[in-house]
C-alpha cells in the first residue's frame, strides 16, 4: 500500500519541474540547530522578537489566576465573610473566564484582518489596544470596571497570540522550525515567571500597589515589542500570497538571505501557494473544513485541546492559592509560585533538544503520559487528606510544571504552526486558539465553584478529573497524530493530498525524497 501511494501522481505535476527543483534546495534539515542559527541570524531573532510579544498574553493570563491569590486584591474587590476577605465566585469566574473568551474573540478576528492587512500592522493595532487596556486596570476601583479593562486586553492579546504564532511558523527555517516555535512555550513561561516575582515583592503590601503593580509592568513588555514591531520584516508568505513578488523578495533579504537564496526561497513560497490555491478556493474561515483541510486542521488544534483537558489552566492559575489552603504561609506559596515558574522555564528549555531529536509524537505521548501519572498521584495524595499529604499534592504542581512545558506545552506550538496549510495557516491558528480559548472559559468558571473550599471544595482531587482527560489524550496521539519532523510545507501539502495514514508519515518518502535519491544515484553511476 506504501509503495502504490508513493508512486501516485503527487501536486508537483503541471508545475515547472526546474522551478520546483531550485526551491526544494533553499533549505537543509538535517542541519544542526547552532549551525542553522549562525546561518539564518536575522531570522532566528525575528523570530525571538515575535515570542516577546507573547510574554503580553501570557503576563494577562497568570495575572488573572494569581491576584486572587493576594490579601488585599479580595479586600479591595471582596467581600468580608467567615473571618476573612473572599472574591464573590461570580466574580472570580468573571475575571479569568472573561478575558479568555475575550481572547477567542480577539483571534477569530485577527484570522481575517492579518490576511488583509499583514501580519506586522495587525500586531501594531493590538499593541494599542493593550495599552489603553492595561491603564483602564492600573485605575480600576470596582470590579466592573477592572472586568472591562481585563475583557479588553484579552481581546488584545487574543489577536496577538495568533498572529505572532503565524508568523514564527513562516519565518522559521525549516531546521529550526522545531526550536522557533517552541520559544512560543517560552514565552508562556517567562511572562508567568516575571508576574511572580513582581507579586513575591509587592503581594503583601498594604495598598493597592500590592496588585497593581504587576499591571504597570505590562508597559515595559508592550513598549519593547511596540519597539521591535516598527522594524520587523513582513511575513514573505502574506506578501507572496498577495503577489507582491518585490516585497516578498526584499523581505527575506532582511530575514537574512542573500540575492540568490532570497531568489530560490520565494519560489518554494510561491510553489506551495499555487498547490494550496488549487486546493483551496478563497481563504475563508470555512475553507478550514473542506477536503483534505479538514484533516489539517482537526491535527493542528488538538494539541491545543490537549494542553487544557490536561489540566495546564488550573495548574498554572491555582498553585498559589493552592499552596495556602495546605497550610503554606503567603510569602512561602509565593516561593513555590516561583519554582513552579522556573521549572517551567527549565522544561521548556529542555524541549528545544527533544522536539526534533524524539519527533512531535513521542514528545506528546511521553509528556501526555507524564501528566497523566502526575495528576493521578496529586489526586490521590489530596484524598489522604492529612497535612502531609496536601503539601505533597501541591508537589506535585511543580513537577507537572516541568513536563507540561517539556511535552505537551511545548510542541503543541510547533504542531499548530507547521501543520496547518499555508494560505490558511492564520485562520487555522486563530481558530485552534480560540477553541482552546473556549474549554478554558468552561474551566474558569467551573474550577471556582469546583475547587473553592466554601464551594465543592475538590481542591486537589481535581486532578482525579485530568487523568481521566490524559487518557483520552493520548488515545488520540498514538492513533491520530502524525509525525511532522523534518518536512517542507510542500512535503506536507503532499501527504495530505494522498491523504497518507498518521502511523505511515513518519515511514512515507515524499516525492522530494524520491528525487534527491535519483539524483544521488544517477550521480554514482
Known amino acids: 500500500m506504501e509503495q502504490e501511494k508513493n508512486a ?13 527543483d531550485d526551491a526544494e534546495v533553499s533549505e537543509d534539515p538535517n542541519i544542526g540547530k547552532w549551525a542553522a542559527i549562525r546561518q539564518n541570524p536575522r531570522a532566528f531573532a525575528w523570530a525571538v522578537s515575535a515570542a516577546w510579544q507573547i510574554l503580553l498574553v501570557s503576563y494577562e493570563n497568570q495575572a488573572a489566576g494569581l491576584v486572587v491569590g493576594i490579601p488585599r486584591f479580595r479586600q479591595d474587590f471582596g467581600s468580608y465573610r467567615n473571618g476573612g476577605w473572599v472574591l464573590p465566585p461570580a466574580w472570580q469566574g468573571a475575571h479569568s473566564g472573561g478575558p479568555v473568551a475575550s481572547q477567542a474573540i480577539g483571534a477569530l478576528f485577527s484570522g481575517q484582518v492579518a490576511d488583509w492587512i499583514g501580519r506586522k500592522r495587525t500586531v501594531m493595532g493590538a499593541l494599542v489596544v493593550s495599552f489603553a487596556s492595561i491603564t483602564v486596570q492600573v485605575l480600576a476601583n470596582t470590579n466592573p470596571m477592572f472586568f472591562g479593562g481585563k475583557f479588553l486586553n484579552g481581546f488584545a492579546v487574543g489577536t496577538l497570540k495568533a498572529v505572532s504564532t503565524t508568523y514564527i511558523g513562516e519565518v522559521a527555517p525549516l531546521p529550526l522550525r522545531g526550536l522557533m516555535t517552541c520559544l512560543i512555550g ?31 509592568s505590562q508597559y515595559g513588555v508592550a513598549a519593547i515589542s511596540a519597539i521591535f514591531v516598527f522594524f520587523m520584516p513582513e511575513s514573505p508568505w502574506w506578501l507572496a500570497n498577495k503577489g507582491a513578488k518585490e516585497k516578498a523578495i526584499q523581505s527575506l533579504r532582511r530575514l537574512g538571505h542573500s540575492a540568490d537564496t532570497a531568489a ?12 494550496a490555491r488549487s486546493e483551496t478556493s478563497d481563504v475563508s474561515y470555512l475553507e478550514c473544513f473542506r477536503a483534505s483541510n479538514l484533516r489539517r486542521t482537526m491535527i493542528s488544534i488538538a494539541p491545543l485541546l490537549i494542553q487544557s483537558l490536561a489540566g495546564s489552566l488550573f495548574m498554572q492559575s491555582y498553585t498559589l492559592y493552592y499552596a495556602q489552603l495546605a497550610g503554606f504561609s503567603g510569602a512561602m506559596s509565593f516561593r513555590i509560585q ?3 515558574q522556573v521549572l517551567s522555564i527549565g522544561g521548556n528549555v529542555v524541549s528545544w533538544f527533544l522536539v526534533d531529536r524524539l ?35 501541591v508537589s506535585m504542581c511543580l513537577l507537572y510544571s516541568f513536563f507540561y512545558n517539556t511535552g505537551i506545552g511545548a510542541v503543541a506550538f510547533t504542531i499548530l504552526a507547521e501543520v496547518s496549510t499555508s494560505r490558511l495557516r492564520v485562520k487555522t491558528i486563530a481558530f485552534g486558539l480560540c477553541c482552546q480559548n ?8 467551573t474550577l471556582p465553584y469546583l475547587f473553592n473550599p466554601d464551594q465543592l471544595a475538590l481542591g486537589g482531587k481535581l486532578g482525579f478529573v485530568f487523568a481521566g482527560t490524559s487518557i483520552v489524550s493520548l488515545v488520540y496521539v498514538w492513533f ?36 534527491a535519491q535519483s539524483k544521488v544515484v544517477d550521480g554514482d553511476d
Not at 511572580?196 to 504587576?214: C, E, K
Not at 530560490?264 to 498547490?275: F, K
Not at 512531535?360 to 501528566?371: A, D, E, K, N, W
Not at 511532522?484 to 498518521?502: P, S
Request: net charge neutral.
Open 338 to 340: 516561583i519554582a513552579a
Open 186 to 216: 517560552l514565552g508562556y513561561t517567562i511572562g508567568p515567571f516575571a508576574v511572580s516575582l513582581i507579586l513575591n515583592s509587592t503581594g503583601t503590601f498594604d495598598n493597592a500597589w500590592a496588585y497593581r503593580a504587576v499591571f504597570v
Open 264 to 275: 530560490r526561497r520565494y519560489a518554494e513560497i510561491e510553489l506551495t501557494l499555487e498547490q
Open 359 to 393: 519527533g512531535r509524537q513521542l514528545l506528546m505521548l511521553l509528556g501526555v503520559g507524564m501528566l497523566l501519572l502526575i495528576c493521578t498521584v496529586q489526586g490521590a495524595l489530596d484524598f489522604l487528606g492529612t497535612m502531609e499529604s496536601l503539601r505533597g499534592a
Open 438 to 445: 473556549a474549554l478554558n472559559v468552561m474551566w474558569s468558571f
Open 8 to 20: 501516485e501522481p503527487s501536486h508537483h505535476e503541471g508545475i515547472d519541474q526546474r522551478r520546483g
Open 480 to 515: 491520530c497524530q502524525p509525525e511532522t519532523r523534518g518536512r517542507t510545507y510542500a512535503e506536507l501539502d503532499e501527504m495530505f493530498a494522498l491523504r497518507i495514514g498518521a502511523r505511515q508519515f513518519k515511514r512515507y518518502k515524499s516525492e522530494v525524497q524520491a528525487q
